[in-house]
């Protein structure tokens, strides 16, 4: 039997725990949206009447956790009330927001830029305050999208990167657990209250794999954290990523009828179908992250991103993913966001998360954390020119730097591009910054057929011979990138032989036609032709 894996820390404060692991990345409450008792979203966010009011609720919330109190978790919550009450933080806020900045963004940029100026401090005193900045920052949000902070299980050891002052403090200890952190500081609030409670603490691990409910031990005498059998430590540089769009297939799963491989992904609409997916059956070659985001308040929550990405990653295990960006705007509005001049005037997809890089910042955030639990490979919506792919590269670079100056572990997945603008399509050949593309031809139909977008179904089938002969066309400039199909034309078998013959090697589909368009491509030629007998 495998030994268990014995990690090395550094104690905060002394004593042996043991108990089933909390992760605290994972989401343990659900969303405004999924919550009967929370008000609606598009009422939980609004102007600065809103601000003020979820920080009124947050120095409430605060006052009460402080009743009956001792004197040092008094005077952290005291800290942190004062922080709240500081009009600075308010009018920082304020100033954005008069710039056009949504409130939960704006909140969310005030203060990520005070934490990583706590961060980057050269006295560790000056960085242990960062997480206290942290919790502020998320009870506040949690009171503008109406969902209060989650405890999590008595008797839990609590993991995860750094820990909330106020988490620790609502927590009922009595019951045992303890904490072990990615980072941490012993000079911090937390590891200040767990000695104070005789909670056994460790710090500095490295990031590790563990999973919910697996039993774990924190040994805060000697600095160590004991890990059952098969989990392992995450290597903090993580070697570059291919392309999630290769066709090639594990031991001929599947092959047309003379012997060409064909890869055939699924595609993801809602969180609900991660847990159908099959990672022996096949990869994601689309998630519509917007189908997980549902207010403002999920768009500002980089970690409930995390969450549902790092959990679609791990789903698929060695299979490739390929999460495309926010698209919304245009006939997709997103609630808490309809009064946005970006919104007003008609913007949609990438034109959209360029014109608010607040909402686009948080989800590359997301994606290059989660990038270092699967094969990601992220995609751009609704690209027209050639200098949008670069525009947003440029962002995931200036986020890597601050996630690296955080310590926090991520990587740089490829970036390509859905082709679904006509002139996109025709211009193939310009676009050198996509590291691949993949055809959403709902949008390309509709575009090339002025067509209303009520009306497309109608105009599909007679649209098609020209969408056919654009995407012949455009496959020929994509400079052997991977390229792939994810539209409902891929899950069409009437439309097969043309998307072959074109040179697709790749499909995309919703889930329920992976049977059918399998069992076309495996009677059809790779030139689009039936094969001998069928």
């Known amino acids: 039997m495998a030994e268990p894996l014995r ?16 992760l605290a990345e994972e989401p ?7 919550r009967p008792d929370a008000a609606p979203a598009s009422q939980a966010v609004g102007g600065y009447g809103a601000l003020e009011k979820a920080i009124d609720i947050s120095i409430g919330e605060l006052e009460h956790l402080a009743d009956g109190a001792d004197a040092e978790s008094r005077d952290i919550i005291d800290f942190q009330i004062e922080v709240l009450r500081d009009p600075s933080i308010a009018e920082a806020t304020g100033a954005r927001m008069e710039a056009d900045e949504n409130v939960v963004f704006a909140w969310v940029a005030t203060l990520d830029a005070y ?13 242990a305050r960062a997480v206290d900045i942290l919790d502020i920052k998320n009870r506040v949000l949690g009171a503008l999208a109406g969902t209060p902070i989650a405890d999590f299980p008595p008797g839990s050891v609590f993991i995860g990167k750094d820990m909330e002052p106020s988490r620790f403090l609502a927590h009922d200890w009595s019951k045992g657990g303890g904490i072990a952190l990615f980072a941490g500081s012993t000079a911090g609030h937390v590891a200040l209250l767990a000695r104070a409670k005789s909670v056994p603490m460790v710090i500095g691990t490295g990031r590790f794999s563990a999973a919910d409910g697996d039993p ?18 995450i290597p903090p540089l993580v070697p570059a990523q291919e392309p999630a769009g290769d ?25 609900a179908e991660i847990d159908a997916l099959d990672p022996a059956t096949a990869g994601v070659g689309l998630m519509r992250s917007e189908f997980s985001i549902t207010s403002v308040a999920d768009a500002a929550n980089e ?5 549902i990405y790092r959990r679609v990653l791990e789903q698929a295990g060695d299979r490739p993913v390929t999460i495309r960006m926010l698209d919304i705007g245009g006939d997709k509005p997103l609630a808490g966001l ?14 959209l998360l360029l014109a608010r890089p607040e909402i686009a910042r948080v989800q590359v955030r997301a994606l ?36 690296g100056r955080r310590a926090l572990l991520h990587r740089m997945p490829p970036i390509g591009m859905m082709v679904e603008v006509p002139a996109a399509a025709l211009m193939l050949d310009t676009f050198g910054a996509a590291a691949f593309f993949s055809f959403g031809t709902n949008d390309l139909t509709q575009y090339l057929a002025a067509s209303a977008r009520d009306d497309i179904d109608a105009d599909a089938a007679k649209a098609a011979p020209a969408v056919l002969r654009l995407i012949a066309r455009a496959v020929k400039l994509t400079a052997g990138k991977p390229v792939s199909i994810c539209g409902d034309m891929a899950g069409n078998p009437s439309y097969l032989p043309g998307l072959l013959a074109a040179g697709l090697r790749h499909f995309s589909v919703a889930p329920a036609r992976r049977p059918a368009i399998r069992s076309a491509i495996i009677g059809l030629n790779a030139d689009g032709t039936r094969a001998a007998g069928e």
């Open 216 to 233: 774990v031990s924190v040994d805060g005498n000697a600095g160590a954290v004991i890990l059952q059998a098969g989990s392992m430590l």
């Open 303 to 307: 970690e409930r991103q995390l969450a």
């Open 368 to 403: 290059l954390r989660a990038a270092v639990f699967g094969r990601l490979s992220v995609m751009l919506p609704m690209v027209t020119f050639p200098d949008e792919i670069d525009r947003i590269r440029e962002l995931f670079r200036e986020e890597a730097e601050k996630l």
């Open 247 to 271: 066709t090639q297939t594990t031991g001929g799963e599947l092959r047309t009828a003379d012997g060409v491989p064909i890869l055939l992904s699924i595609n993801i609409n809602d969180p």
């Open 7 to 22: 990690l090395k820390a550094k104690s905060a404060s002394p004593g042996i725990a043991s108990g089933p692991a909390f």
């Open 338 to 351: 309809e009064d946005l001049p970006a919104l007003a005037s008609g913007l949609r997809g990438i034109r």
């Open 28 to 34: 343990k409450a659900p969303s405004a949206a999924e």
């Open 115 to 127: 934490i990583g100026e706590l961060e980057a401090a050269d006295e560790e005193q000056m960085r």
